[in-house]
Each structure stands twice: as C-alpha cells, then as structure tokens.
C-alpha cells in the first residue's frame, strides 16, 4: 500500500478546443502518459491524489469522459478542486462525493486518511500579481494593492476550508497530517504564509501541492524542507506526468 499525488490532469476529451498542447511540447498526448505512468506504478490498493485542475470542461455534461478517465485509473482516487475545476461548485463536495460514491472521493471541507494520517486540503490560494517590474534587472518593485487585498480575502476563505478538515480530523482522534493544495502555499514575493504557519502549527509532515507550469514557474514557491515541513511541488509536467510517492 502507498500514497500517490500528481497533479493538473487538465484532460479535455469533451473540449478538444482547449488541448493542453497549446502550452508546449510536455504537453502533447500528456493524459495518455499519465495514464501509462499511473497505471505502471499504482496498485489497486494504493491511494492516489489528484491535486485539482482535472478537467477544462465548464459542467459535470462536458467533464463526464474526462471523470470516467480518472474513475479507470487504478487505485482510490482522491480530487482536491483546482482554480480550472468549473465543474465542482464550491458548495457542491458533499454532492459530488454522493454522486461518485465508490468511485472517486472529492476533498474539501472534510478529510480522509490513509494509515494513521490524515488527507486534508483546500484549493488553497497565494497572490500571483499583477507585478511591476524593473525592466533593467528583471526584479519585482512592487504590486498592484488592490489585486493583493483581494487575494487575503481569497486566502481567508480557503484557511477556513483547510481548518474545516483539520478541525475534523482531530475530533476522530488523528494527529498526523498531509496537507494538499492545489495554489502553491507561497507567492513569489512571500518566504512564508498563513497556510505554512499552520503546516507548523498542527505539525503536518508534508504540504503537496501544483498549479506552477513551465521551467519559469517550477520555483515559484517552497520546495524541500523549510521549518519541519517537505514541501513537494506535483504539477504534472513538472513530474512528466508521473506521480510521486509521499508515503510507503
């Protein structure tokens, strides 16, 4: 048995018209070297987290051949909700988790476990600009305020989400947690945030997490050890659409 997380499936079977292979050459016929990689690496009883950003499709209609994609994977399967996941209302986990009972576990607001630990997450959120840049070095001078007063607000509602889950974990007894996020849990202007504050405070293990795309992006945020916590980045071309394991 063991822990997968990859993340960014951004399948587009129903809405060819946003194929990933605009992006670059990673990208061409990337869910099919998902597929090959997860299915090479990952048991029937393993667990594997997709950490958001699985389908282009606007509603369930236009997500359904991407879900029954993921559903066809083995393993249990859980989805975090990404920033491109229009089809998962934010008010809609508990619906969802009905609807594909038995074959994939939607996370928000609530936790799942894996041995002694418990799976808790948030599609999380850090500020990503608009940034003002010095042309002659490259180096960031500063940030549009009211876009960054906006995004405190966007990080409050998702601490909350993230503490929902925590909260119930540790009313069932756990004390071991891995976070998953889908926005890095830093912006680049940050060397710390409130979701790294809490990884610290419930002494989580590890925070995984995606959304960063391209060479330019892979080191956006915290990778590595820093303060107690490994901080693991998934996106999936980062990984070349090949989970990475984060427990035995």
């Not at 194929?19 to 050459?25: A, L, M, T, V």
């Not at 945020?221 to 394991?245: C, E, T």
């Amino acid at each position: 048995m063991a822990l997968y997380a990859m993340g960014d499936l951004h399948l587009s079977f129903s809405t060819p018209e946003k194929s990933q292979e605009r992006f670059g050459k990673i990208w061409k016929d990337h869910e099919w070297k998902a597929k090959k990689n997860i299915e090479k690496l990952v048991r029937p009883d393993d667990t594997l987290v997709l950490t958001g950003d699985h389908s282009w499709g606007n509603n369930l209609v236009q997500c359904q051949r991407d879900l029954e994609f993921i559903e066809a994977l083995p393993g249990r399967k859980i989805l975090l909700r990404g920033n491109h996941d229009h089809f998962w209302k934010a008010n809609q986990t508990e619906k969802l988790n009905e609807m594909f009972k038995g074959k994939l576990l939607f996370l928000q607001n609530n936790f799942y476990t894996y041995r002694d630990y418990a799976l808790v997450g948030s599609k999380g959120f850090c500020f990503e600009g608009p940034f003002f840049i010095d042309t002659r070095t490259n180096l960031i001078t500063g940030y549009d305020k009211a876009a960054y007063e906006q995004s405190v607000k966007l990080v409050d509602r998702e601490m909350k989400r993230l503490i929902t889950g925590i909260d119930a974990a540790k009313a069932a007894g756990y004390t071991k947690y891995i976070i998953f996020l889908h926005y890095p849990p830093t912006s680049v202007i940050q060397t710390d945030s409130e979701f790294t504050r809490l990884a610290e405070e419930i002494g989580a293990e590890q925070v995984i997490y995606s959304h960063s795309h391209g060479k330019e992006r892979f080191h956006d945020s915290i990778q590595g050890r820093y303060h107690g916590v490994k901080y693991s980045l998934v996106s999936g071309d980062y990984l070349n659409f090949k989970p990475i394991r984060v427990l035995k």
